[in-house]
């Protein structure tokens, strides 16, 4: 591998950023399980709501599938080589629960458990830290087919699978995250069914965002009991900054619905024990099956929170109604703005707001960005290397935001980018790339983007410098 540390890729600005972050901040990467293992049939694994979805005609861009993906099932020895040439000092991945209990409880897989062995022993010699995701939304099909995440007892079939897992990886692993955005799982899912498993209904989303709560809560300390003393558990959310368009009250009003939609339905609940004040009433919903404890239990202590940060949220006041929570209008695209492959608005100070907010409004004694990127037309000539200007920029001035955040007293531990390779981007199929590294995918060839060594390089610049 050529030297992939090329800092010259770095301006003396970058060199500076690099210097501003304190000494034991994490640089890392980030993938999940359905979207760059492939291998969809070896080895014991069993279907997933996302294998279901994926061949149900319409629902995939294209019919594309995670059936192979970037394969990595397959080259665990290569990935794990390209991530220690980038200089990663952390990983995270997310395990697939299919893989480990094919039927989503009961018989062990003990072959799946062995690839993520695999992994994990890979990683460690390598000095790269595993980040464990344990679930990124790979539901097992036979718990849907129970009815899913609105049953209650997925929740605590969850905490068993969890459980299995700690059990195996819990001498070597010691970053855990229960959840990848339990929003996307409840409201993409269960709501608006853009997502496996395709359900359309919102009183649905609330009732799955409940116990998937629920099942982040009895997992935390399941997981501390297989897990060395020192070991930390998180969970991670979507999350955006909200801002408002002008001044005028409709404007304020929907500020307040938009965050409590997009950001406070697991904020609270998670870090404070209690739901948003009105927030079922501003859906025009019934409250989900809460029961007594519940509550205590999605809110037991966490060490850190995982945030997962694209863009911001740019509302302007309905006049003519009062929107439910789900129904906020956004400020339609800023001709002097930048967007994403995805139509995110790029607009770095959106992280940094946010951290800042989540430092003064919660708790928090740890926060993780555990996601942060973006899609951009990468193309490969088939020989060099993939030029991508355009992420560059937004990782220099969202990594820029960062420092800043720290500066002003957020508790910012580590960042990991999105996505350590182009992947399976959910409804959206291989069509949108968030990797730093491309992914040839006829011949499945790794080829690091302009972003992947530049971000080799700042990682470079600040273990020098440390
Ligand atoms: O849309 C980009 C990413 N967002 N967070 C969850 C990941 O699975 C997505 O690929």
Known sequence: MQDIHNMSQLTSADLELARAFPEGFLWGAATASYQIEGGAFEDGRGSSIWDDFSATPGKVFQ?????????????LAEDTELMSSLGLGAY??????????????????????????RLVDGLLAKGITPYVTLYHWDLPSPLQQEGGWVKRETAFAYADFAEVVAKRLGDRVTNWITLNEP??????????????????????????????????????????????PNSQVGITLNLAHVYANDERPETQRDVALADAFSNRWFLDPILRGHYTEGFFEQLGLNAP???????????????????NNYTRLLVKGNTERIPLADQVS????????????????????????LLLRLTKDYAVSKLYVTENGAAFKDAWNGNGHVSDPRRVDYLRTHIAGLAEA??????????????LMDNFEWAEGYSKRFGIVYIDYPTQKRVVKESGYWYAGLLKAFNQAH
């Open 183 to 228: 929003w996307c799982s409840a409201y993409l899912g269960y709501g608006i069914g853009i997502h496996a498993p395709g359900v359309q209904d919102r009183q649905a989303a609330l009732d799955a965002g409940h116990h998937l709560m629920l099942g982040h809560g009895l997992a935390v300390p399941r997981i501390r009991a297989h897990s060395a």
């Open 289 to 307: 099956p809460v029961q007594d404890g519940d509550l205590a239990t999605i809110s037991t202590p966490i060490d850190f929170l995982g945030v």
């Open 406 to 419: 720290i500066q002003q007293g957020a508790p910012l531990r580590g960042y990991f980018v999105w996505s």
């Open 92 to 117: 995270r991945f997310s395990i697939a629960w299919p893989r480990i209990l094919p039927e989503g409880r009961g018989a062990i897989n003990n072959a799946g458990l062995d690839f993520y062995d």
């Open 63 to 75: 019919g594309e599938n995670g059936n192979v993906a970037a394969d990595h099932y397959h080259r």
């Open 330 to 353: 956004l400020v339609a695209p800023i001709p002097s703005a930048c967007y994403t492959e995805m139509g995110w608005e790029v607009y770095p100070n959106g992280l940094r707001d």
